[in-house]
C-alpha cells in the first residue's frame, strides 16, 4: 500500500494525504521541529491546538540526550513527549555533517565528538535507522551525506555516490513497526548532478523522497530553480519533503513545485529572537513602536497569542526576558506557517492555488 | 459592605470569601506570584486551568518595567496580562528596603536606584498608591518600612512608628474604583511589638490587614510562634494575609493561626530549580534516579505536567534546559499549593481541620 494518497493538483501544486502509523498527515505540510524530544517552549497540548498533524525529531541530538535506549525503554518518542500523532525524524546526517572539526568520515559511516560533552559517537547508515527504529519514528531519513554549499564538484560527486549506497543500506537496515523510510537526494545546485542523483535515489524503494542539501546558503532564487526544476520530477505517487526549507517564500515557491512536505527552525527560531511572522512580512518585537501599540501581533490571526494579548505587552515580556514570551512567540510563528500550508492545501483543491501565492507573496513584498 | 465574609472556622482555622471587584475569592488562599506582569513561564489560560483566583503583581518591578503609565494607558494591569480575575498589589516597600545599599529613607519616603539600570527613583505611599490606582488591582497594599532581620530595637520603633504614619497617608491617597486597601504590621518576632503595632494598624480603617516582615530569615519555629500567637487578635470581620510565607508547612501553621490569603516565589521559583513539590515532600529532578523513571511527578495529581508527562521527560526536559520544563513544573508545583489551600478550606468547613495538617505534615515528615 503506497504512503501517499493525491487528492488534487493545481498546476504542479499538489493537496494529498500521508498515512503514517499514528495518523493522515494532510499536505502541503510544516512540520514544527522538535530538536530534543520538545517543539521549544510548547507542550503538546499545545501543538494540538495548533492543529499540527506531524513533528520533526532530530536523531543527532536525541542519541546524545537523553539517548535512544533511554526513549525506547521509556515506549518510544511518542510517549515520552506525549505526542499521539506523526513524527519525521532526521538521520543525524546533516548535524554530523556540520561538526566540520569534531568528524571523520569513512565508507562504513561517521565518527564525531558530540557537541555536549566532545564524547566520541558513530553514525552509521544500520545505526542511524537503529535510533530511529528505537524512538519508534512514523517517518525514517536514510543517513546520508550532506556536503557544504559551494563544495568542489569531485566532493559533490563523492557524496552523492556515498549517499547512495548508503541510502541502500538504511533501507536493509531495522525499522520499527509500520515506519516509513524516505530517501534522499543530493547534487548541490547543480540541475544534472540533482537528476542524476534523484534516479539513483528514486529506483531504491523508498516510501518517500527528500530534496536534501539546500537552504544551505544558496541564493534564495538559486534555491528555487533547483526545486522548481526537480521536483516534477520526482515520482508522483510518493510523497515529496524538501529539507530544512525555509521563509514562507520559499515553502509556497516549493508547494509551487510540487514539494508536499517542510520542516524548518525558522518560525521557532525567529520567534526566540523576536521576530514574528505577520501576513506583511515580519515585525521585530524589539522595535520601540511596539512598546504601547494594543494591538495584537496580527489582528487577522485567532492563535492564543493574538487573542489574548498585544504587541505591548508581548514586548514588555520579551525586554524583561519573561519565559512566557517564548511561548506565546512560538505559537504565534507555528500558527503562521501552519496556517500556510493549510491555506495553500485548501487553495490548491479550489484550483486558485496561483492567486493565493500571489497575495501571499505581495503582502510579503509590502512588508 | 464588608470585603469578607466568614463562611466557617475550624478551631482558630477560617473559611471565607473575598469579594473583589475581578470577582470573589474563596479562603484560605494562595496567590501565585506575577512579578513582572507575569507568573513566570505561565499564560493567563494556564492559571485559570489551575483554577488560581488571584495573583500577585509588584508595584517595585512593574513601576520601573513597563511603567505604570504604560499599564494604565493599556487598560490596566488586568487587560494588559489578559488575566480576568483579581489581583492583589504589594507597595514596593518590601523590594525597597532590600536594595540596602541603593536606597535612602526620609520621612517622606525612600529614593532609591532601579536594580535594572542604576536610575533614580522615589517612592512615597503617595506615588506607591498611584502606581497601585494605575495598575487597576483590586487590592492595594499600603506602603510600609520593612526592617531587616534581627533589626536593632531602635530601628524596629522607628519601622514600626513610620509604617503607622505611611498607611494613614495610603488610605488617604488615591484609589482605582473598587480597589480595597490592606495595611501591613510590623513589628518584627517580638510579641509586644507586633500587638502594639497591630493595634495602630487595625485603628485606620484598612479592609484588610497582612502581617509583613516575618519569612524572612528568623527560624520557622519563631515565625510560627508570632503568626499563632498575633493573627488571633487581628479583626475577625476583615481577611488576614501572611505576606510572601512560606513551605507548606508555613502555610498550614498560618491557616491553623487564622490567616487567610499567601503568597510566595517558592512554588514558582523552586520549579525553575529542579524542586517539584510532593505529598512526601520535594524531589531535585536533576537526580540521577528520575532519569529512567515513567511515573509521573505525582500519581496522585491532575495537573497537565502530572497527567501527560513522566518524571524520566521532566528530567530531560531539565537538563537540557527546554523552555518547556520550566512551565511544566510551575503548573504542577503551583497546582500542589493551590490544592493545598483548597484542601484546608474543604476540611475547615468539615471540621476536620487538624487531621488535614497531620496528614500532610506526617507526609511532609517522611519526606
Given at each position: ?109 561517521v565518527t564525531f565528538r558530540s557537541h555536549l560533552d566532545g564524547s566520541a559517537h558513530r553514525l552509521t547508515p544500520e545505526r542511524a535507522m537503529q535510533i530511529q527504529a528505537d524512538l519508534g519514528s512514523d517517518i525514517a531519513?536514510a543517513f546520508d551525506e550532506c556536503p557544504p554549499s559551494g563544495a568542489p564538484d569531485a566532493e559533490l560527486d563523492g557524496a552523492m555516490a556515498r549517499t547512495t549506497r548508503w541510502a541502500a543500506r538504511s533501507l536493509a ?195
Open positions: 500500500m503506497s504512503a501517499f494518497r493525491l487528492v488534487g493538483t493545481d498546476g504542479a501544486a499538489r493537496a494529498g494525504v500521508v498515512s503514517t502509523v499514528h495518523g493522515p498527515v494532510e499536505t502541503p505540510v510544516f512540520m514544527p521541529v522538535g530538536t530534543q524530544a520538545s517543539v521549544k517552549a510548547l507542550s503538546s497540548a499545545d501543538l494540538e491546538a495548533l492543529g499540527a498533524r506531524i513533528i520533526l525529531g532530530n536523531t543527532y541530538h536525541l542519541a546524545l540526550r537523553p539517548g535512544a535506549d533511554l526513549i525506547r525503554e521509556q515506549g518510544g518518542l511518542h510517549r515520552f513527549m506525549a505526542w499521539p500523532r506523526a513524527i519525521l525524524t532526521d538521520s543525524g546526517g546533516f548535524q554530523v555533517f556540520s561538526l566540520r572539526e569534531r568528524r571523520t568520515l569513512d565508507e562504513d559511516g531519513m537496515a531495522q525499522r520499527s513497526p509500520g515506519q516509513l523510510r524516505f530517501g534522499i537526494v543530493q547534487g548541490g545546485v547543480d540541475l544534472k548532478r540533482r537528476r542524476a542523483h534523484l534516479a539513483e535515489i528514486a529506483g531504491l524503494g523508498f516510501d518517500g523522497l527528500a530534496l536534501g542539501g539546500l537552504g544551505v546558503g544558496e541564493p534564495p532564487e538559486v534555491m528555487h530553480g533547483v526545486v522548481a526544476a526537480v521536483t516534477p520530477q520526482m515520482p508522483a505517487a510518493a510523497p515529496r519533503y524538501l529539507m530544512g526549507v525555509g521563509t514562507p517564500r520559499d515553502i509556497l515557491a516549493g508547494i509551487a513545485a510540487g514539494i508536499d512536505m517542510f520542516d524548518c527552525v525558522m518560525p521557532t527560531r525567529n520567534a526566540r529572537n523576536g521576530q514574528l511572522f505577520v501576513p506583511g512580512g515580519r515585525l521585530n518585537i524589539a522595535n520601540a513602536r511596539h512598546r504601547r501599540d494594543a494591538r495584537p501581533v496580527d489582528e487577522g490571526c485567532t492563535c492564543e497569542c493574538c487573542a489574548s494579548y498585544s504587541r505591548s505587552y508581548l514586548a514588555h515580556l520579551f525586554h524583561a526576558r519573561e519565559l512566557l514570551y517564548y511561548r506565546l512567540a512560538t505559537i504565534h510563528n507555528l500558527r503562521h506557517y501552519l496556517d500556510l500550508a493549510r491555506g495553500a492545501r485548501a487553495a490548491i483543491l479550489e484550483g486558485r492555488f496561483t492567486a493565493y501565492c500571489a497575495d501571499t507573496l505581495d503582502a510579503d513584498l509590502n512588508a
